[in-house]
């Protein structure tokens, strides 16, 4: 097998070339629509809001960042506009059950006139009460039912009177009530030594009389309450005709505007009854600015609770709303009811019932975001109580755990009919999915969103309509073309890969923006190539401290990385350092030792709780190459130990498997492997070398310590060639590579990575399954056969010399390994 030959430096780097984008500037692009980069979810939205059943509410799956809200926005502008038109809902006080207030629904529109005309209403009938009461004419009128009332009593007791004087008996009219006494001479009343003088029948006679005028007066005073209550029955409808004709007419001015609204001419029947009922409760109730907050919110009869409470009012025109909760506490969803405090107690009324986002979304559509719903205490299950139920009923936390002990207010729940979309991580969507019963029956759409579109000339001149779409939204100034090409390179390096290009909005913004910055410091009139060139070093000028820190540990000798000479056992790994919305990576010493044992391979991270379940795999994948490859005809008597040297933290993916198997072979076979390379890339068991993640920063981290020491022209990295499509390198380092002081080798399989490392042919069998000798898997094989033959001489009976002659073997100790062309994904 022949080493590798170097990549080219055009394989490196997938330039945009400014004139196949055929615009100057961004100023002469038309608007591009972001649901074009997102065909299947802008169809899968377009189904989920075009299907009336229920359940089918919206789930947007994507990155952050990637235009998940403009995209739903844009969509929801053009969707408000069709459908049934929302209601207006009001709030208003139930005359028959005080704290269960009433809900009304009206049109759009005309839920404020309502609000209106009674409050209008209420400003009337105050003043119109106060002189209905304090007319003369009813005055009159009251007081002459009083006199009535007050000379039929007098009457009554004179007639009484007439009577007992008749039989004998006065009836007297003291402080402490109506007393009878014996007359004499039919004038003047008897005393006590009179009457005990008059004859005995006499007294019998007189006390007979006054006993019947005693029941009869007792009669007379149990008629006086039922001709009181009479009385007042009689001054109540006095007031409830007066309150008609003072007030009649102006509710009368109000039923025609709403004939075709039973609900509303229900409410307006009920105002005016309870009205004439309430009449001198209405009277001596405060009122008006004197005492607002008493009137409003005590509870007590006042004209205020004539008034209506528009809940949710929208626009007369029958556009839809969209809604967007940033902060869907449970309240902020449902409603919720405020409280006053008033003379030490909480008290509510219908007028302090708020709407919340499910309200007013109400004939709509509500946009929220997933993980901030299920971030509030009962706010997911509250939102999934109102879709399930399909009605609003506004609920208090307090009530939810049991603190609430004042009464509350029950208003009349909201019927509800809306869209509601989520937006979420795709992290989310599927543990709701498999966690949560409930969410596949109400959520039956979901929107998956691209994370990258491929990067052809239709999508790149799209990418360009997006670039300016982006600049205007932002009023940023116009861009030139090449400008535009550089964003588009950056948008493949995002995306990691050259020929896809990210769909991630946010980073684009930003580094919009900030070369506009460097654009107006240089008052151009176009945002420049050189501007974004400018953006982008100051973004990794702002990030690079650590990176920076890694390096001079490097440079100093404190952490030990070799770019010069030869050593068995020993290879630089590549290790990606995540930091935020950028990585860098660094060069990491990887080692492996070699022993006589009983085939296993122990991974030093793993026994010290340092390394992930990821890495461990890849080890095990190592020990099951080496005996699937080597141990056909001899059992693996070895022991060996692999290690990240001077790793002191976690270490997790596989992507430096490659690396531990070429220093565990070199270990084995004895051969140095050349410092002034650096490998990465996983392996699986036949070999074969798959794709890995944070290429582009493992490169650039060694070519950075390989720079900075000088390069010679022996440095360079050997990466998978399943990661070459993948490759959007730094301009120096692409340079470095066409100047032939650098070097980027593509492998296939470990035999190639060895070759390239140790400078030793891998050695392939022959037909015979003959290896040739000299090879790295002749000397690994022809040591595994001296560790087997120690092994066996140190468990015999007798222990034999080490001291003996190599046999060296003549035939492949096993199968050849399987042709490169396998694949998988590296960590």
Same mark, same amino acid.
């Given at each position: 097998?022949?080493?590798?030959?170097?990549?080219?430096?055009?394989?490196?780097?997938?330039?945009?070339?400014?004139?196949?984008?055929?615009?100057?500037?961004?100023?002469?692009?038309?608007?591009?629509?972001?649901?074009?980069?997102?065909?299947?979810?802008?169809?899968?939205?377009?189904?989920?809001?075009?299907?009336?059943?229920?359940?089918?509410?919206?789930?947007?799956?994507?990155?952050?960042?990637?235009?998940?809200?403009?995209?739903?926005?844009?969509?929801?502008?053009?969707?408000?506009?069709?459908?049934?038109?929302?209601?207006?809902?009001?709030?208003?006080?139930?005359?028959?059950?005080?704290?269960?207030?009433?809900?009304?629904?009206?049109?759009?529109?005309?839920?404020?006139?309502?609000?209106?005309?009674?409050?209008?209403?209420?400003?009337?009938?105050?003043?119109?009460?106060?002189?209905?009461?304090?007319?003369?004419?009813?005055?009159?009128?009251?007081?002459?039912?009083?006199?009535?009332?007050?000379?039929?009593?007098?009457?009554?007791?004179?007639?009484?009177?007439?009577?007992?004087?008749?039989?004998?008996?006065?009836?007297?009219?003291?402080?402490?009530?109506?007393?009878?006494?014996?007359?004499?001479?039919?004038?003047?009343?008897?005393?006590?030594?009179?009457?005990?003088?008059?004859?005995?029948?006499?007294?019998?006679?007189?006390?007979?009389?006054?006993?019947?005028?005693?029941?009869?007066?007792?009669?007379?005073?149990?008629?006086?309450?039922?001709?009181?209550?009479?009385?007042?029955?009689?001054?109540?409808?006095?007031?409830?005709?007066?309150?008609?004709?003072?007030?009649?007419?102006?509710?009368?001015?109000?039923?025609?505007?709403?004939?075709?609204? %039973?609900?509303?001419? *229900?409410? #307006?029947?009920? &105002? +005016?009854?309870?009205?004439?009922?309430?009449? /001198? $409760? !209405?009277? @001596?109730?405060?009122?008006?600015?004197?005492?607002?907050?008493?009137?409003?919110?005590?509870?007590?009869?006042?004209?205020?609770?004539?008034?209506?409470?528009?809940?949710?009012?929208?626009?007369?025109?029958?556009?839809?709303?969209?809604?967007?909760?940033?902060?869907?506490?449970?309240?902020?969803?449902?409603?919720?009811?405020?409280?006053?405090?008033?003379?030490?107690?909480?008290?509510?009324?219908?007028?302090?019932?708020?709407?919340?986002?499910?309200?007013?979304?109400?004939?709509?559509?509500?946009?929220?975001?997933?993980?901030?719903?299920?971030?509030? %205490?009962?706010?997911? *299950?509250? #939102?999934?109580? &109102? +879709?399930?139920?399909?009605?609003?009923?506004? /609920? $208090? !936390?307090? @009530?939810?755990?049991?603190?609430?002990?004042?009464?509350?207010?029950?208003?009349?729940?909201?019927?509800?009919?809306?869209?509601?979309?989520?937006?979420?991580?795709?992290?989310?969507?599927?543990?709701?999915?498999?966690?949560?019963?409930?969410?596949?029956?109400?959520?039956?759409?979901?929107?998956?969103?691209?994370?990258?579109?491929?990067?052809?000339?239709?999508?790149?001149?799209?990418?360009?309509?997006?670039?300016?779409?982006?600049?205007?939204?932002?009023?940023?100034?116009?861009?030139?073309?090449?400008?535009?090409?550089?964003?588009?390179?950056?948008?493949?390096?995002?995306?990691?890969?050259?020929?896809?290009?990210?769909?991630?909005?946010?980073?684009?913004?930003?580094?919009?923006? @900030?070369?506009?910055?460097?654009?107006?410091?240089?008052?151009?009139?176009?945002?420049?190539?050189?501007?974004?060139?400018?953006?982008?070093?100051?973004?990794?000028?702002?990030?690079?401290?650590?990176?920076?820190?890694?390096?001079?540990?490097?440079?100093?000798?404190?952490?030990?990385?070799?770019?010069?000479?030869?050593?068995?056992?020993?290879?630089?790994?590549?290790?990606?350092?995540?930091?935020?919305?950028?990585?860098?990576?660094?060069?990491?010493?990887?080692?492996?030792?070699?022993?006589?044992?009983?085939?296993?391979?122990?991974?030093?991270?793993?026994?010290?709780?340092?390394?992930?379940?990821?890495?461990?795999?890849?080890?095990?994948?190592?020990?099951?190459?080496?005996?699937?490859?080597?141990?056909?005809?001899?059992?693996?008597?070895?022991?060996?130990?692999?290690?990240?040297?001077?790793?002191?933290?976690?270490?997790?993916?596989?992507?430096?498997?490659?690396?531990?198997?070429?220093?565990?072979?070199?270990?084995?076979?004895?051969?140095?492997?050349?410092?002034?390379?650096?490998?990465?890339?996983?392996?699986?068991?036949?070999?074969?070398?798959?794709?890995?993640?944070?290429?582009?920063?493992?490169?650039?981290?060694?070519?950075?310590?390989?720079?900075?020491?000088?390069?010679?022209?022996?440095?360079?990295?050997?990466?998978?060639?399943?990661?070459?499509?993948?490759?959007?390198?730094?301009?120096?380092?692409?340079?470095?590579?066409?100047?032939?002081?650098?070097?980027?080798?593509?492998?296939?399989?470990?035999?190639?990575?060895?070759?390239?490392?140790?400078?030793?042919?891998?050695?392939?069998?022959?037909?015979?399954?003959?290896?040739?000798?000299?090879?790295?898997?002749?000397?690994?094989?022809?040591?595994?056969?001296?560790?087997?033959?120690?092994?066996?001489?140190?468990?015999?009976?007798?222990?034999?010399?080490?001291?003996?002659?190599?046999?060296?073997?003549?035939?492949?100790?096993?199968?050849?390994?399987?042709?490169?062309?396998?694949?998988?994904?590296?960590?």
């Amino acid at each position: 097998m022949r080493p590798s030959a170097a990549l080219p430096a055009e394989a490196l780097y997938t330039p945009c070339n400014p004139a196949d984008l055929d615009f100057s500037s961004t100023e002469t692009l038309p608007e591009l629509d972001i649901a074009s980069l997102h065909s299947r979810a802008a169809e899968a939205l377009h189904l989920g809001l075009d299907m009336g059943h229920r359940g089918y509410n919206l789930f947007v799956l994507g990155d952050s960042g990637s235009g998940r809200h403009a995209m739903v926005d844009e969509l929801l502008k053009a969707e408000r506009r069709n459908g049934q038109p929302p209601s207006d809902w009001c709030y208003v006080h139930n005359f028959a059950a005080g704290a269960q207030a009433r809900l009304l629904r009206l049109p759009c529109g005309r839920g404020a006139h309502l609000r209106d005309d009674m409050q209008g209403f209420v400003e009337e009938i105050a003043p119109a009460i106060a002189a209905t009461f304090e007319s003369d004419q009813y005055r009159a009128r009251i007081e002459s039912m009083q006199e009535e009332e007050k000379e039929r009593e007098e009457t009554a007791l004179r007639h009484l009177g007439h009577e007992s004087a008749t039989a004998g008996v006065a009836l007297l009219r003291t402080p402490q009530g109506f007393v009878f006494a014996p007359l004499k001479n039919g004038e003047e009343t008897l005393s006590q030594e009179e009457f005990a003088q008059l004859p005995e029948e006499r007294q019998k006679e007189l006390g007979s009389q006054m006993e019947l005028a005693h029941e009869k007066l007792h009669k007379l005073m149990n008629e006086f309450p039922r001709w009181r209550r009479d009385l007042q029955n009689r001054i109540k409808e006095a007031s409830r005709e007066a309150l008609g004709l003072a007030v009649g007419h102006l509710m009368e001015e109000l039923r025609p505007r709403y004939a075709d609204l %039973p609900e509303v001419l *229900e409410f #307006l029947d009920a &105002a +005016l009854h309870d009205i004439l009922e309430s009449g /001198e $409760s !209405l009277r @001596e109730s405060p009122h008006g600015d004197e005492d607002g907050e008493t009137t409003v919110y005590s509870g007590a009869i006042s004209v205020q609770r004539y008034l209506v409470n528009l809940l949710v009012e929208n626009p007369a025109d029958g556009e839809r709303p969209v809604v967007y909760e940033d902060h869907p506490t449970l309240q902020n969803l449902v409603g919720r009811i405020e409280h006053m405090v008033h003379m030490g107690t909480l008290v509510s009324n219908f007028t302090l019932i708020k709407a919340g986002a499910l309200q007013r979304a109400n004939g709509g559509f509500l946009v929220l975001d997933a993980a901030k719903v299920l971030s509030q %205490p009962y706010a997911w *299950e509250g #939102l999934k109580r &109102a +879709l399930l139920s399909g009605e609003v009923r506004i /609920e $208090s !936390l307090s @009530e939810l755990i049991g603190f609430s002990s004042t009464l509350q207010l029950e208003p009349q729940p909201v019927p509800l009919d809306l869209k509601v979309v989520l937006i979420g991580e795709r992290t989310i969507y599927y543990l709701l999915a498999e966690l949560d019963p409930d969410f596949p029956a109400l959520f039956k759409i979901g929107a998956d969103m691209e994370s990258e579109v491929e990067r052809n000339p239709a999508n790149t001149l799209l990418y360009a309509r997006l670039i300016a779409s982006l600049a205007r939204r932002e009023g940023l100034r116009p861009l030139s073309a090449a400008a535009v090409a550089r964003i588009v390179e950056h948008a493949a390096r995002l995306a990691s890969d050259a020929q896809r290009l990210t769909t991630q909005t946010q980073p684009l913004d930003d580094l919009m923006r @900030e070369a506009e910055h460097f654009a107006v410091a240089d008052q151009a009139p176009l945002i420049g190539r050189e501007h974004v060139e400018a953006a982008l070093a100051a973004h990794r000028r702002r990030h690079e401290r650590i990176r920076e820190r890694y390096q001079e540990e490097i440079l100093r000798g404190q952490w030990l990385v070799a770019t010069t000479g030869v050593h068995i056992g020993q290879i630089n790994g590549l290790a990606v350092v995540p930091l935020g919305d950028s990585s860098f990576a660094h060069p990491v010493r990887i080692t492996a030792t070699v022993r006589m044992g009983e085939g296993e391979v122990i991974d030093i991270e793993r026994e010290v709780d340092l390394g992930g379940p990821i890495h461990t795999k890849g080890v095990l994948i190592l020990s099951s190459f080496l005996a699937a490859r080597f141990g056909w005809n001899m059992p693996l008597s070895l022991r060996a130990s692999l290690v990240f040297e001077q790793s002191y933290g976690g270490v997790e993916g596989d992507s430096a498997s490659l690396a531990e198997l070429a220093a565990l072979l070199s270990a084995l076979s004895g051969l140095p492997i050349r410092q002034s390379l650096a490998v990465t890339g996983s392996v699986n068991q036949f070999g074969v070398v798959q794709p890995v993640g944070g290429i582009n920063e493992k490169i650039e981290g060694f070519f950075d310590i390989c720079a900075a020491r000088g390069l010679t022209g022996e440095q360079g990295v050997l990466i998978p060639r399943a990661n070459v499509c993948h490759l959007m390198l730094r301009q120096e380092v692409v340079a470095a590579v066409a100047a032939g002081s650098f070097h980027v080798w593509a492998v296939e399989d470990i035999d190639g990575a060895m070759e390239l490392l140790t400078g030793v042919p891998a050695g392939e069998p022959d037909a015979e399954g003959v290896i040739p000798e000299g090879s790295v898997n002749y000397l690994i094989a022809l040591q595994l056969s001296e560790l087997a033959q120690m092994r066996q001489s140190y468990g015999g009976p007798k222990r034999r010399s080490r001291h003996r002659k190599k046999a060296a073997p003549k035939k492949a100790p096993g199968k050849p390994p399987v042709p490169a062309g396998g694949s998988g994904q590296g960590g």
